[in-house]
């Protein structure tokens, strides 16, 4: 069973976030455990610390959906997850101006 996930939110458009992972009567084995998060979680790496700690380092897309998260870790036949384990977060707003509304030259002039 998994029994912690640190950090257990990440934002939009977040690279290379660490996610340490707890667990309990598991047997996670480094080059052979694999992590999920679902869609617009690229799982970039798991670095396996002990057979029941590990480390994965995570990116979200942009455009990743908001809201909580399953979890799932996978070792061969062993598969363990933990419903609502991680929540996306919305992010930071990105104001663009367009071309056209943009002064050019002096103040007061479009």
Same mark, same amino acid.
């Given at each position: 069973?998994?029994?912690?996930?640190?950090?257990?939110?990440?934002?939009?458009?977040?690279?290379?976030?660490?996610?340490?992972?707890?667990?309990?009567?598991?047997?996670?084995?480094?080059?052979?455990?694999?992590?999920?998060?679902?869609?617009?979680?690229?799982?970039?790496?798991?670095?396996?610390?002990?057979?029941?700690?590990?480390?994965?380092?995570?990116?979200?897309?942009?455009?990743?959906?908001?809201?909580?998260?399953?979890?799932? @870790?996978?070792?061969?036949?062993?598969?363990?997850?933990?419903?609502?384990?991680?929540? @996306?977060?919305?992010?930071?707003?990105?104001?663009?101006?367009?071309?056209?509304?943009?002064?050019?030259?002096?103040?007061?002039?479009?």
């Amino acid at each position: 069973m998994i029994t912690s996930v640190n950090p257990n939110t990440g934002q939009q458009g977040t690279n290379n976030l660490n996610v340490a992972i707890g667990g309990s009567f598991t047997n996670w084995v480094q080059g052979t455990t694999q992590v999920n998060l679902g869609a617009g979680i690229t799982v970039n790496s798991v670095t396996v610390n002990s057979a029941t700690s590990l480390t994965a380092n995570v990116s979200i897309a942009g455009n990743a959906a908001a809201g909580a998260r399953n979890l799932t @870790v996978t070792t061969g036949a062993e598969v363990v997850n933990l419903t609502n384990a991680f929540t @996306v977060t919305a992010g930071t707003p990105v104001i663009t101006i367009p071309h056209k509304l943009r002064r050019n030259g002096p103040a007061g002039r479009a």
